[in-house]
């Protein structure tokens, strides 16, 4: 697979280290009522889609970006290719 | 096509470079062709000397000289000869050269002929006419579809141990050597706009066209002459011989710095994103390689956009008796004949379901070879000159035993008549070739008016298909679809190509009546001659209510092995469709995956063979401990000093020994660069190591190091090591070796993913830096010798945990740690790399008073157990915080990786596994890692389980062997007598529970 690096241009899958889930990112809040309720279904809980995916790869043998890559599980078609930073900060963990 | 590019192929072309007058200097050898050069190529066959010419094929060359029988069968051990002319081959298959060069299960259809070629047949002993092992054959009513799932069912234990040798000796391929292959294999990256599969008219074409459009093409095919089915055929294109033309082609492409042309190049697989994989035989068609070149290069294309021109594959039909040697494809014998001026024998008949057949014919009449008949199964057969036709006829049986003697042939009005022939050419017309549509999600599909299935459903991303591939059989059509096809796709990119004019061609109808099988016989008419597989084999698959292809193809092996079904897969699922009472799109076919023909696993590995089978890392005392003749061990990809051994130590205890008790009677040396280092620099640096650390760092002074445990989200523990802080916004992370890579992934994903505005920066910095632990009684005196005398290192002005910035020998910049993994009074020092050997070296001479030793890896970890410090053997992916003994590190006043989660109740049980140590009642008795802990009394059960032991060594301190381990409740059991169970090796050894802390509980060495 080619992934279009947000600031690389296109590398070679072989390059990265794959995650998971790009739900990952959101890591709950430990002061929550009920935070161990949250983090069993973070840590545990995943979607199995056939389909658009939105998952977490870094950029282990380039510039170490960890990258969010929306990609149809069934075609491996790849949608979009965001930085992880950017997904993050957008998702409200800039504190 | 261009005027001038007419011209140019007007340059004087010969197709067979000398006169071409051979006829009979081999005894089937014809005039004309495109082999080259009048001198002859000498080569062996199961030691048999013949000759050859330059272009032949070892099968053509086979042919040429007479020789028919080429192998035996894979489970009968049948006679049989060679079915192709192409990579389709299923039987002719050869052990090519020998020695560590020995290739076993090569197709002699695409071996090419070289002076000095060694070739063996396989399966066979003593020898390929008389095969002992043809006695299978007389037993095959019972060696039918599953036999072997029905017969060695039981006893278990008797499948590997009798059945399994015997079927592995009785059947199979070829042999390896089991030397080492002595050639090199390499490996490649290519980009290109345009990929063109296959270098028959289609892909020339194409070649051709995106080439003059300026695009950026590689043309890849699998033979080492380009033209395809071009080079088989007598028509011509244009004015111009079809062998012509692709002389003239080939000349324009070289002369196009945008195209490379890849001869002797098979695409395997084609991946997703336009990524295909080429194995190219650079050095196949020679003796040896040359000296540094390759034998062969595994490609890995980017393509931005691939045309498949991969033409078609000629099918068989089955009747009885079809596996003789001389029956034959019918294109595969106008091959040989129109190619390699080559007829597998003086006379010929030709058995078709399509007029393509009857080209066979009139190729080999033209050739002035005898065919006994045309035998056309279709009533309305077309006339043949110069043989006889039977139309509406059928072959029922041949004879012959080493070779085919003669055909019984069916008339239509029901008599029999028996036609002499040494080759049968056999057409039931042609399958385009779709292997590579289907590597992804392709599902081909059937059409009607040529009897084939063709490429459908979604196919590789941006792959489009051509020509005699997708069903386009004429030379015209083929040319037209090449042309087209990479206008097509070129105009994708925004590259404006034109398809030109194209030269004039034959364009013949496809006429084709599907006949798969003649019903006619009780004995066994083959389908698939590589696995032994016959038209019965796939009605009783049928009748034992085997229903899908795919289930067909495992319960009868139909279609796999080498060939994988190119010529028997079609007619295996026709037979089951008349069966099922179904069409043959109902049934559908099966599905290809990669590789398109075998590959080598030398071209896999390519250069990652041996020692450089993956990256050897040296630590920079490397040099130094080879000098001194240490034993050394992999750790991940590092080779670490493991012991020092000295003259007269017999043993590697002894050495061990020595290294742990002269290091705690004076001083040590060990090199631990290996150790993972991150820097973290950053105003939030502090708050960021309090995220990663289950212990708090924020409030660790400048100067100082601290010991951190490192927890997985889930609560479980997963590395340990050190953070110094050099600065308030600068600190140094030790991770263990093993996990130095993932460590630093966790935290790059931590900054970026879940704390992106954190000011913070990380750098691995694991292999700037030489670091060794000074350890010992005699360590400060040591170092105080070596570090610059401006730096107090005194225990006052440095004491324990303490960390600062340091030069040695004079200006040197270093740095250095107060810490102990030995549980003595000990320092890591650490000096840029480049510096790693000079500072070993300085140590060592520093020593030399104190009678310092260097240790390695195996003292390293005597003394960490006699310390009681965790390690992998106890970080081993199931225990806490809590299970180390580390519980109560854990901050609950803030958050951390992990934190939330191991507050669960089920890790924290009133009974939870405690690390503790063990010591062995009678002092004799070894500890050994990876017993289970067992009450002093009771069953030995998993139910009554109460631990296991994780590390164990013979404590030189103590004198007698000792552990570390789990136990539950463990912390407040000290003091007990428990049992150490080892019910694998029959061992049980009476333990006391003990401190994990042997040497020092109280810590008063390392603070001296």
């Not at chain 1, 296109?10 to 983090?39: C, N, V």
């Not at chain 2, 007058?21 to 066959?45: M, P």
């Not at chain 2, 008219?201 to 699998?222: H, K, Y």
């Not at chain 2, 991150?678 to 960021?688: C, E, L, S, T, W």
């Given at each position: 697979?080619?992934?279009?690096?947000?600031?690389?241009?296109?590398?070679d899958?072989?390059?990265?280290?794959?995650?998971?889930?790009?739900?990952?990112?959101?890591?709950?809040?430990?002061?929550?009522?009920?935070?161990?309720?949250?983090?069993?279904?973070?840590?545990?809980?995943?979607?199995?889609?056939?389909?658009?995916h939105?998952?977490?790869?870094?950029?282990?043998?380039?510039?170490?970006?960890?990258?969010?890559?929306?990609?149809?599980?069934?075609?491996?078609?790849?949608?979009?290719?965001?930085?992880?930073?950017?997904?993050a900060?957008?998702?409200?963990?800039?504190? | 096509?261009?005027?001038?590019?007419?011209?140019?192929?007007?340059?004087?072309?010969?197709?067979?470079?000398?006169?071409?007058?051979?006829?009979?200097?081999?005894?089937n050898?014809?005039?004309?062709?495109?082999?080259k050069?009048?001198?002859a190529?000498?080569?062996?066959?199961?030691?048999?000397?013949y000759?050859?010419?330059?272009?032949?094929?070892?099968?053509?060359?086979?042919?040429?000289?007479?020789?028919?029988?080429?192998?035996?069968?894979?489970?009968y051990?049948?006679?049989?000869?060679?079915?192709?002319?192409?990579?389709?081959?299923?039987?002719?298959?050869?052990e090519?050269r020998?020695?560590?060069?020995?290739?076993?299960?090569?197709?002699?259809?695409?071996?090419?002929?070289?002076?000095?070629?060694?070739?063996?047949?396989?399966?066979?002993?003593?020898?390929?006419?008389?095969?002992?092992?043809?006695?299978?054959?007389?037993?095959?009513?019972?060696?039918?579809?599953?036999?072997?799932?029905?017969?060695?069912?039981?006893?278990?234990?008797?499948?590997?141990?009798?059945?399994?040798?015997?079927?592995?000796?009785?059947?199979?391929?070829?042999?390896?050597?089991?030397?080492?292959?002595?050639?090199?294999?390499?490996?490649?990256?290519?980009?290109?706009?345009?990929?063109?599969?296959?270098?028959?008219?289609?892909?020339?074409?194409?070649?051709?066209?995106?080439?003059?459009?300026g695009?950026?093409?590689?043309?890849?095919?699998?033979?080492?002459?380009?033209?395809?089915?071009?080079?088989?055929?007598?028509?011509?294109?244009?004015?111009?011989?079809?062998?012509?033309?692709?002389?003239?082609?080939?000349?324009e492409?070289?002369?196009?710095?945008?195209?490379?042309?890849?001869?002797?190049?098979?695409?395997?697989?084609a991946?997703?994103?336009?990524?295909?994989?080429?194995?190219?035989?650079?050095?196949?068609?020679?003796?040896?390689?040359?000296?540094?070149?390759?034998?062969?290069?595994?490609?890995?294309?980017y393509?931005?956009?691939?045309?498949?021109?991969?033409?078609?594959?000629?099918?068989?039909?089955?009747?009885?008796?079809?596996?003789?040697?001389?029956?034959?494809?019918?294109?595969a014998?106008?091959?040989?004949?129109?190619?390699?001026?080559?007829?597998?024998?003086?006379?010929?008949?030709?058995?078709?379901?399509?007029?393509?057949?009857?080209?066979?014919?009139?190729?080999?009449?033209?050739?002035?070879?005898?065919?006994?008949?045309?035998?056309?199964?279709?009533?309305?057969?077309?006339?043949?000159?110069?043989?006889?036709?039977?139309?509406?006829?059928?072959?029922?049986?041949?004879?012959?035993?080493?070779?085919?003697?003669?055909?019984?042939?069916?008339?239509?009005?029901?008599?029999?008549?028996?036609?002499?022939?040494?080759?049968?050419?056999?057409?039931?017309?042609?399958?385009?070739?779709?292997?590579?549509?289907?590597?992804?999600?392709?599902?081909?599909?059937?059409?009607?008016?040529?009897?084939?299935?063709?490429?459908?459903?979604?196919?590789?991303?941006?792959?489009?298909?051509?020509?005699?591939?997708?069903?386009?059989?004429?030379?015209?059509?083929?040319?037209?679809?090449?042309?087209?096809?990479?206008?097509?796709?070129?105009?994708?990119?925004?590259?404006?190509?034109?398809?030109?004019?194209?030269?004039?061609?034959?364009?013949?109808?496809?006429?084709?009546?599907?006949?798969?099988?003649?019903?006619?016989?009780?004995?066994?008419?083959?389908?698939?001659?590589?696995?032994?597989?016959?038209?019965?084999?796939?009605?009783?698959?049928?009748?034992?209510?085997?229903?899908?292809?795919?289930h067909?193809?495992?319960?009868?092996?139909?279609?796999?092995?080498?060939?994988?079904?190119?010529?028997?897969?079609?007619?295996?699922?026709?037979?089951?469709?008349?069966?099922?009472?179904?069409?043959?799109?109902?049934v559908?076919?099966?599905?290809?995956?990669?590789?398109?023909?075998?590959?080598?696993?030398?071209?896999?590995?390519?250069?990652?063979?041996?020692?450089?089978?993956?990256p050897?890392?040296?630590?920079?005392?490397?040099?130094?401990?080879?000098?001194?003749?240490?034993?050394?061990?992999?750790?991940?990809?590092?080779?670490?000093?493991?012991?020092?051994?000295?003259?007269?130590?017999?043993?590697?205890?002894?050495?061990v020994?020595?290294?742990?008790?002269?290091?705690?009677?004076?001083?040590?040396?060990?090199d631990?660069?290996?150790?993972?280092?991150?820097?973290?620099?950053?105003?939030?640096?502090?708050?960021?190591?309090?995220?990663?650390?289950?212990?708090?760092?924020?409030?660790?002074?400048?100067?100082?190091?601290?010991?951190?445990?490192?927890?997985?989200?889930?609560?479980?523990?997963?590395?340990?090591?050190?953070?110094?802080?050099?600065?308030?916004?600068?600190?140094?992370?030790?991770?263990?070796?093993?996990?130095?890579?993932?460590?630093?992934?966790?935290?790059?994903?931590?900054?970026?993913?879940?704390?992106?505005?954190?000011?913070?920066?990380?750098?691995?910095?694991?292999?700037?830096?030489?670091?060794?632990?000074?350890?010992?009684?005699?360590?400060?005196?040591?170092?105080?010798?070596?570090?610059?005398?401006?730096?107090?290192?005194?225990?006052?002005?440095?004491?324990?945990?303490a960390?600062?910035?340091?030069?040695?020998?004079?200006?040197?910049?270093?740095?250095?740690?107060?810490?102990?993994?030995?549980?003595?009074?000990?320092?890591?020092?650490?000096?840029?790399?480049?510096?790693?050997?000079?500072?070993?070296?300085?140590?060592?001479?520093?020593?030399?008073?104190?009678?310092?030793?260097?240790?390695?890896?195996?003292?390293?970890?005597?003394?960490?157990?006699?310390?009681?410090?965790?390690?992998g053997?106890?970080?081993?992916?199931?225990?806490?915080?809590?299970?180390?003994?580390?519980?109560?590190?854990?901050?609950?006043?803030?958050?951390?990786?992990?934190?939330?989660?191991?507050?669960?109740?089920?890790?924290?049980?009133?009974?939870?596994?405690?690390?503790?140590?063990?010591?062995?009642?009678?002092?004799?008795?070894?500890?050994?890692?990876?017993a289970?802990?067992?009450?002093?009394?009771?069953?030995?059960?998993?139910?009554?389980?109460?631990?296991?032991?994780?590390?164990?060594?013979?404590?030189?301190?103590?004198?007698?062997?000792?552990?570390?381990g789990?136990?539950?409740?463990?912390?407040?059991?000290?003091?007990?007598?428990?049992?150490?169970?080892?019910?694998?090796?029959?061992?049980?050894?009476?333990?006391?529970?003990v401190?994990?802390?042997?040497?020092?509980?109280?810590?008063?060495?390392?603070?001296?």
């Amino acid at each position: 697979m080619i992934i279009n690096h947000p600031i690389l241009g296109p590398r070679d899958s072989q390059e990265f280290t794959y995650l998971g889930d790009a739900t990952l990112i959101d890591r709950p809040d430990w002061e929550a009522d009920d935070a161990a309720g949250q983090f069993h279904d973070y840590l545990y809980l995943r979607d199995n889609p056939a389909g658009e995916h939105r998952e977490l790869w870094f950029h282990e043998q380039g510039d170490r970006s960890w990258l969010v890559v929306t990609r149809n599980t069934v075609t491996h078609e790849i949608l979009n290719v965001e930085l992880a930073r950017d997904v993050a900060r957008a998702r409200g963990r800039s504190k | 096509m261009t005027d001038a590019v007419m011209n140019a192929g007007t340059v004087a072309f010969q197709a067979d470079g000398s006169t071409g007058a051979r006829k009979g200097v081999q005894v089937n050898r014809l005039d004309g062709g495109l082999i080259k050069g009048s001198k002859a190529l000498n080569f062996t066959f199961d030691g048999k000397r013949y000759k050859g010419f330059e272009g032949d094929t070892l099968a053509s060359a086979l042919l040429a000289n007479g020789v028919r029988l080429m192998g035996r069968s894979f489970k009968y051990h049948r006679p049989r000869g060679v079915l192709t002319s192409g990579s389709e081959e299923p039987n002719a298959l050869v052990e090519l050269r020998s020695g560590g060069r020995q290739e076993p299960n090569t197709r002699a259809t695409v071996a090419e002929l070289y002076d000095g070629l060694e070739a063996n047949s396989q399966n066979r002993w003593p020898s390929l006419k008389h095969d002992f092992m043809a006695v299978n054959d007389r037993f095959s009513n019972f060696l039918t579809a599953g036999f072997y799932y029905k017969t060695f069912m039981w006893p278990a234990a008797f499948w590997e141990k009798l059945y399994e040798p015997i079927i592995r000796k009785a059947a199979g391929l070829g042999s390896i050597s089991f030397e080492d292959d002595p050639d090199a294999y390499d490996k490649g990256f290519l980009h290109c706009d345009l990929l063109v599969i296959g270098a028959g008219p289609t892909g020339l074409m194409a070649a051709l066209t995106a080439g003059r459009a300026g695009a950026q093409v590689v043309i890849a095919d699998e033979d080492f002459l380009l033209g395809g089915r071009l080079n088989a055929e007598t028509f011509g294109i244009g004015d111009l011989t079809g062998a012509a033309w692709v002389e003239q082609a080939q000349a324009e492409l070289a002369s196009m710095p945008n195209v490379r042309v890849m001869p002797r190049t098979s695409i395997i697989g084609a991946y997703d994103h336009g990524i295909y994989g080429a194995v190219e035989r650079t050095a196949d068609h020679v003796l040896a390689p040359e000296t540094g070149k390759p034998r062969q290069i595994l490609w890995r294309i980017y393509s931005k956009r691939a045309m498949l021109a991969a033409g078609a594959t000629e099918r068989p039909i089955a009747f009885e008796n079809n596996d003789r040697p001389g029956v034959m494809l019918a294109g595969a014998v106008r091959a040989y004949a129109n190619r390699w001026a080559v007829t597998p024998d003086q006379t010929v008949a030709v058995f078709t379901n399509n007029d393509d057949g009857h080209r066979t014919a009139a190729d080999l009449i033209a050739k002035g070879v005898k065919v006994t008949a045309v035998i056309d199964t279709r009533a309305d057969a077309p006339k043949v000159d110069g043989a006889e036709l039977f139309a509406g006829a059928q072959v029922v049986d041949t004879k012959g035993r080493l070779g085919l003697e003669w055909a019984r042939v069916r008339l239509a009005n029901g008599t029999t008549r028996d036609v002499p022939c040494g080759a049968l050419a056999v057409s039931g017309g042609w399958n385009p070739n779709v292997h590579l549509t289907c590597h992804q999600r392709g599902r081909p599909a059937w059409r009607e008016d040529i009897a084939a299935f063709v490429p459908a459903g979604t196919l590789p991303q941006n792959m489009s298909v051509a020509g005699a591939a997708n069903g386009d059989f004429s030379t015209a059509a083929a040319l037209r679809a090449g042309a087209e096809g990479a206008v097509a796709a070129l105009s994708e990119l925004g590259i404006e190509a034109k398809a030109g004019d194209l030269p004039e061609a034959e364009d013949a109808p496809i006429n084709v009546t599907p006949f798969w099988y003649v019903k006619e016989g009780k004995g066994r008419a083959w389908l698939d001659q590589q696995n032994d597989v016959t038209v019965k084999d796939v009605k009783l698959a049928h009748q034992e209510n085997f229903r899908s292809v795919e289930h067909l193809k495992r319960y009868t092996t139909l279609g796999m092995a080498t060939d994988q079904g190119k010529t028997s897969n079609m007619g295996g699922l026709a037979i089951m469709a008349e069966l099922a009472g179904k069409q043959i799109p109902e049934v559908g076919t099966t599905m290809f995956r990669p590789p398109y023909t075998p590959v080598s696993f030398g071209v896999m590995a390519g250069r990652s063979v041996g020692e450089e089978f993956r990256p050897t890392r040296k630590t920079p005392s490397h040099k130094w401990a080879e000098e001194q003749g240490a034993e050394f061990v992999e750790v991940g990809q590092w080779l670490r000093a493991q012991w020092f051994p000295k003259a007269g130590e017999t043993h590697w205890r002894q050495s061990v020994d020595r290294e742990v008790l002269q290091t705690r009677n004076s001083v040590g040396i060990c090199d631990v660069t290996t150790l993972g280092k991150i820097d973290v620099q950053g105003k939030d640096a502090a708050a960021f190591l309090n995220k990663m650390y289950a212990n708090a760092f924020a409030k660790l002074p400048v100067g100082k190091v601290r010991y951190g445990l490192m927890l997985r989200e889930d609560g479980i523990a997963y590395d340990d090591g050190t953070a110094a802080r050099f600065a308030e916004d600068h600190f140094v992370v030790t991770t263990t070796t093993a996990n130095a890579v993932l460590v630093y992934r966790n935290m790059e994903f931590a900054r970026q993913c879940l704390f992106p505005d954190m000011d913070v920066q990380l750098i691995s910095t694991t292999e700037a830096w030489a670091q060794f632990a000074v350890a010992g009684p005699n360590a400060r005196k040591l170092l105080q010798k070596v570090v610059d005398p401006e730096f107090d290192i005194s225990n006052e002005a440095f004491p324990f945990m303490a960390c600062g910035e340091v030069t040695v020998a004079g200006g040197c910049r270093a740095r250095l740690f107060r810490i102990s993994f030995s549980g003595e009074l000990a320092y890591e020092i650490a000096v840029p790399t480049r510096y790693g050997d000079a500072m070993i070296r300085k140590l060592m001479e520093a020593g030399e008073e104190f009678g310092a030793v260097p240790y390695g890896t195996e003292a390293l970890g005597v003394m960490r157990i006699e310390k009681g410090h965790a390690a992998g053997n106890e970080l081993n992916g199931t225990t806490s915080a809590l299970n180390l003994g580390m519980g109560r590190m854990v901050s609950k006043k803030k958050d951390c990786i992990g934190n939330t989660l191991s507050e669960r109740e089920g890790m924290n049980q009133e009974n939870a596994l405690k690390l503790v140590g063990f010591k062995p009642v009678n002092a004799a008795d070894p500890v050994q890692a990876g017993a289970h802990l067992m009450n002093a009394d009771g069953e030995v059960s998993a139910a009554t389980d109460q631990g296991y032991i994780t590390s164990a060594a013979y404590s030189p301190v103590l004198g007698c062997s000792i552990g570390i381990g789990f136990l539950k409740s463990g912390d407040s059991r000290k003091g007990e007598v428990i049992r150490a169970v080892n019910p694998l090796e029959g061992k049980e050894v009476q333990v006391e529970v003990v401190s994990a802390h042997f040497v020092d509980p109280e810590g008063e060495r390392l603070r001296g």
